[in-house]
């Protein structure tokens, strides 16, 4: 078992004790920083959790897609319009307290879902090129 895989099931044991989500994968690679991979999956949502040099990722995926997953962040930003930072710690509360809006959004209702998500992917992409047009511009001057 990873150090990552030991930490999630210390920590987010409820995911398997009372959401049926079940291990999928899990890789560990101490020779490349500890790079962890650790996969769970329920009926409606594949979430996947990576660690690399200490930092934490977790990536949502539907079921109903075939390998296209959405950072943890801008799915929480597409419901509430805020993208916290993340720790393991802070991970657990936040899935609790959204699991089921998380559920839905990535089952019955991915489509608008990836809609939304699109969306706001272009608007960061915008957004940067905007910014970086700035930095142009003043560099010039």
Request: without cysteine; aromatic residues 8%.
């Given at each position: 078992?990873?150090?990552?895989?030991?930490?999630?099931?210390?920590?987010?044991?409820w995911?398997?004790?009372?959401?049926?989500?079940?291990?999928?994968?899990?890789?560990?690679?101490?020779?490349?920083?500890?790079?962890?991979?650790?996969?769970?999956?329920?009926?409606?949502?594949?979430?996947?959790?990576?660690?690399g040099?200490?930092r934490?990722e977790?990536?949502?995926?539907?079921?109903?897609?075939?390998?296209?997953?959405?950072?943890?962040?801008?799915?929480?930003?597409?419901?509430?319009?805020?993208?916290?930072?993340?720790?393991?710690?802070?991970?657990?509360?936040?899935?609790?307290e959204?699991?089921?809006?998380?559920?839905?959004?990535?089952?019955?209702?991915?489509?608008?879902?990836?809609?939304?998500?699109?969306?706001?992917?272009?608007?960061?992409?915008?957004?940067?090129?905007?910014?970086?047009?700035?930095?142009?511009?003043?560099?010039?001057?």
């Open positions: 078992m990873s150090p990552l895989e030991q930490e999630l099931a210390e920590k987010l044991s995911l398997v004790a009372n959401f049926g989500f079940e291990l999928s994968q899990s890789t560990y690679d101490p020779r490349n920083f500890g790079e962890s991979l650790v996969q769970l999956e329920s009926e409606n949502l594949r979430l996947r959790f990576t660690r040099r200490d934490l977790l990536e949502l995926a539907s079921p109903r897609s075939e390998d296209e997953w959405f950072d943890f962040r801008r799915v929480l930003q597409a419901i509430h319009g805020t993208a916290p930072d993340l720790t393991l710690n802070g991970i657990g509360p936040l899935l609790q959204n699991l089921q809006e998380l559920t839905v959004a990535f089952g019955p209702r991915f489509p608008e879902t990836r809609i939304e998500l699109e969306r706001l992917q272009q608007e960061a992409r915008d957004t940067l090129q905007q910014r970086l047009k700035l930095i142009e511009q003043e560099f010039r001057r």
